[in-house]
């Protein structure tokens, strides 16, 4: 089974509204890690939000914000405001708990701003 | 700029050859990891390094081999290489600060195998 699960290969948001991608992430680890990542097309892998398992309330890093619902295993990636420069890959990665920190990754979500 | 740094950028080479890719951590990351990300699979584990010794192996071949350095930068050898070893290889490092451990990727090195 996936760990990772980001159904919207792609998605479309106006210029300056608000846009969710959604993550699913399985886990029987009660410590976990859950990540976003932004990947333009240059191709670098840009860290962007962090959620941990115990975190009381949602992370939110500027106009990133992720909405955690623990019970859904749900980790969706809220842009508020997006710009033209928001158009890339995302992917939502997941670190389990124990001494290895490896991530591991979903498929990703293209998201393509309109202007 | 994450502060990690990949070389080479882009790497052209010919089946059943060997390569070395290289990657120097932030200042002060202990940890190293390297990730392949390709088409087909996707961004995957390949291994982890921590302060010199190897703590976590993940999808690697065994033509693969990495190794850390007393000065904590990182080589990726990948030999007798074929047509799907082609892929973007990221190097990562990361600190650990309170209960957050956070990966910082380099820019990544392109390998394309003719």
């Known amino acids: 089974a996936q760990k990772i699960t980001q159904t919207q290969p792609g998605m479309f948001v106006q210029e300056k509204e608000a846009v969710t991608l959604d993550c699913t992430y399985d886990?029987?680890?009660?410590?976990?890690?859950l990540f976003w990542y932004k990947q333009p097309s240059s191709g670098e892998m840009i860290f962007l939000i962090y959620?941990?398992?115990?975190?009381?309330q949602n992370a939110t890093e500027g106009r990133y914000s992720l909405n955690f619902q623990k019970a859904r295993k749900s980790a969706n990636l809220v842009i508020s405001a997006s710009q033209l420069g928001d158009s890339a890959m995302y992917f939502c990665?997941?670190?389990?708990?124990?001494?290895?920190?490896?991530?591991?990754f979903g498929k990703g979500t293209l998201l393509t701003v309109n202007p | 700029d994450s502060g990690v740094t990949q070389t080479p950028k882009h790497l052209i080479t010919a089946t059943g050859q060997r390569v070395t890719l290289r990657c120097s951590p932030r200042s002060g990351d202990l940890s190293v990891y390297w990730y392949q990300q390709s088409l087909d699979q996707g961004l995957q584990f390949l291994i982890q390094y921590y302060n010199g010794e190897e703590r976590a192996k993940g999808n690697i071949l065994e033509r693969f081999s990495a190794q850390q350095f007393p000065d904590l930068h990182s080589e990726l050898n990948l030999s007798s290489l074929e047509l799907g070893d082609s892929a973007l290889y990221f190097c990562?490092?990361?600190?650990?600060?309170?209960?957050?451990?956070?990966?910082?990727f380099g820019p990544g090195t392109r390998l394309l195998v003719l």
């Open positions: 959620q941990g398992s115990y975190d009381q």
């Open positions: 886990t029987s680890d009660p410590s976990y890690g």
């Open positions: 990562a490092s990361s600190v650990e600060r309170g209960h957050v451990e956070t990966q910082y």
């Open positions: 990665a997941m670190r389990e708990g124990g001494s290895n920190y490896k991530l591991t």
